[in-house]
T-cell receptor
Framework: GQNIDQPTEMTATEGAIVQINCTYQ??????LFWYQQHAGEAPTFLSY??LDGLEEKGRFSSFLSRSKGYSYLLLKELQMKDSASYLC??????????WGAGTKLIIKP | ETGVTQTPRHLVMGMTNKKSLKCEQH?????MYWYKQSAKKPLELMFV???????ENNSVPSRFSPECPNSSHLFLHLHTLQPEDSALYLC??????????????FGPGTRLTVL
């Protein structure tokens, strides 16, 4: 079966750095997505990786290792507004997105 | 604002009611999706339409019936639902179902409660 694993919940301090991991086992691979979802709101696109390596976008970076079936989302200089759920999704060989259950990130002052 | 709107935002219905969820996208996309999101569970893909044609039906019970009259509008018709169908129903759209990055853009969802 296809599976995406990510931690259920993480806590970090304002101004710090946090890394949210995602491991996957899917039928084929056509890219990995990270989305942010604030409570009661729509998921919004953060990043896309299809080749190995690090993609940086401001305070957010995403890393991919296809051989290890592993990705992480790195958030720097954390702000209170970063409190949200972070969803990892992999596009499989049928171009369907397989989703993780999400990581709820709690930022403390 | 993501360019995808959904109505209603909240819906409470009895098991014998019939209701419809509406989704509209203003992004000029060709693919539209219905997802179910339950607490602490992964997003479940229900239906996919590409150029108004249904391309995926992930073993969804027949009490959920989708309709896609054009590339901008998507409906989910509901009838004789069960309490376990209570969830957040998300609509999304993308340029196409294959090729390139093809990022999906989500609407705010309809919070459905079945009594």
């Amino acid at each position: 079966g296809q599976n995406i694993d990510q931690p259920t919940e993480m806590t970090a301090t304002e101004g710090a750095i946090v890394q949210i991991n995602c491991t996957y086992q899917t039928s084929g691979f056509n890219g990995l997505f990270w989305y942010q979802q604030h409570a009661g709101e729509a998921p919004t696109f953060l990043s896309y990786n299809v080749l190995d390596g690090l993609e940086e976008k401001g305070r957010f970076s995403s890393f991919l290792s296809r051989s290890k079936g592993y990705s992480y989302l790195l958030l720097k200089e954390l702000q209170m507004k970063d409190s949200a759920s972070y969803l990892c999704a992999v596009r499989d060989s049928n171009y369907q997105l397989i989703w993780g259950a999400g990581t709820k990130l709690i930022i403390k002052p | 604002e993501t360019g995808v709107t959904q109505t209603p935002r909240h819906l409470v219905m009895g098991m014998t009611n019939k209701k419809s969820l509406k989704c509209e996208q203003h992004l000029g996309h060709n693919a539209m999706y219905w997802y179910k999101q339950s607490a602490k569970k992964p997003l479940e893909l229900m239906f996919v339409y590409n150029f108004k044609e249904q391309t995926e039906n992930n073993s969804v019970p027949s009490r959920f019936s989708p309709e896609c009259p054009n590339s901008s509008h998507l409906f989910l018709h509901l009838h004789t639902l069960q309490p376990e169908d209570s969830a957040l129903y998300l609509c999304a759209s993308s340029q196409d179902i294959a090729g390139g990055v093809d990022t999906q853009y989500f609407g705010p969802g309809t919070r459905l409660t079945v009594l």
